[in-house]
């Protein structure tokens, strides 16, 4: 029984399928709709150069957040805006 035309899930053209599962019209179709999946869900990691001061900055903001257990959150933003205002 021959298998209806459907569109490509990729270019959203017409093509005709050899198979009854078949969502795209060609590999090339294929292997870019993955690649464009992969982009969105797995995107390539962004390198930050950071200074000696701001290491340090970090450092001591992380240091806050793990002492923070129990503390008022708008303190702790005080402390760490306080922080911030030292680096310029």
């Known amino acids: ?3 209806r035309p459907r569109r490509c899930a990729h270019c959203d053209t017409d093509f005709q399928p050899r ?3 078949a ?4 590999a090339r179709c294929r292997v870019a ?3 464009a999946v992969r ?3 797995d995107p390539p990691p962004v390198r ?4 000696v001061d701001e290491l340090y900055l970090l450092r001591d903001g992380v240091g806050l957040l793990v002492d923070a257990g129990q ?3 708008q303190a702790l933003f005080d402390r760490l805006g306080a922080l ?3 680096m310029d």
Do not use: E, I, K, W
């Open 84 to 86: 911030l205002d030292a």
């Open 19 to 21: 198979r009854r599962t």
């Open 39 to 41: 982009r969105v869900l």
């Open 71 to 73: 503390q008022d959150a």
């Open 48 to 51: 930050v150069r950071l200074t």
């Open 1 to 3: 029984m021959p298998l």
């Open 23 to 26: 969502r795209f019209c060609s």
């Open 33 to 35: 709709a993955h690649r």
